[in-house]
């Protein structure tokens, strides 16, 4: 599959909004009546779409990379990207967002994230962790927000709009908006339009 959607893309990152792989990323996604995809969105052929019990909307000029995954309940605003080998992944019904990710307008999320609403339950010591059960919780991404490569965001966090979120981070709490935040777990540095001198403080 890989071979094909190089070729089909002329090698090129992305599909060409206008091109044959972006038609058929699209007609692969939109196999699931519970997809929605804004006309002027871009999927390539290489990505997974699937709404499992749940439902996914893409916005305007939207792009979803190949390798990338979108599962579950997922809300991806206008002018967002999400990156090569990204995961998302949101839990529950379309009218139940216990476990809904919402990514908001001009998002950029770079390749190999993880965003997944929900965690393993394991209070109960007498029963293996795989059969307790997952506790969904959102993951909120205002607008105007850039995530780094390899960033971990755990469930029930919300990033607040203009944040920046450093490569590499895990974002365990929420960020309030206009901040810098990196680390594991992730910490604000700074607020952006803010100087660190040369010491870092």
């Given at each position: ?5 190089n ?25 699931n ?16 779409i ?49 476990g ?5 307008n ?7 994230c ?10 109960d ?12 919780k ?13 960033v971990?965001?755990i ?19 929420d ?6 935040a ?13 100087r ?5 403080e």
């Open positions: 599959m890989s071979v094909l959607v070729l089909l893309s002329r090698g090129s990152n992305l599909a060409s909004a206008h091109g044959f792989a972006a038609w058929l990323g699209r007609r692969l996604a939109l196999r009546p519970r997809v929605t995809i804004a006309p002027d969105a871009v999927i390539s052929p290489g990505a997974l699937s709404p499992r019990n749940g439902a996914i909307e893409i916005g305007s000029q939207s792009v979803i990379s190949h390798g990338a995954i979108i599962a579950g309940n997922v809300r991806i605003g206008n002018d967002s990207s999400v990156q090569n080998y990204t995961l998302v992944v949101g839990y529950g019904a379309p009218d139940n967002p216990a809904l990710v919402q990514i908001g001009d998002v950029r999320i770079a390749a190999h993880m965003l997944i609403a929900g965690n393993h339950r394991f209070s010591t007498t029963k293996p962790i795989c059969e307790q059960g997952i506790e969904p959102p993951i909120v991404i205002g607008d105007d927000v850039w995530i780094g490569g390899n971990n965001i469930a029930g966090v919300t990033i607040g709009a203009g944040c920046v979120i450093g490569a590499g981070s895990v974002v365990t709490h960020i309030a908006p206009m901040s810098v990196v680390g594991s777990p992730a910490r604000v540095i700074k607020k952006r339009g803010e660190i001198d040369s010491h870092g």
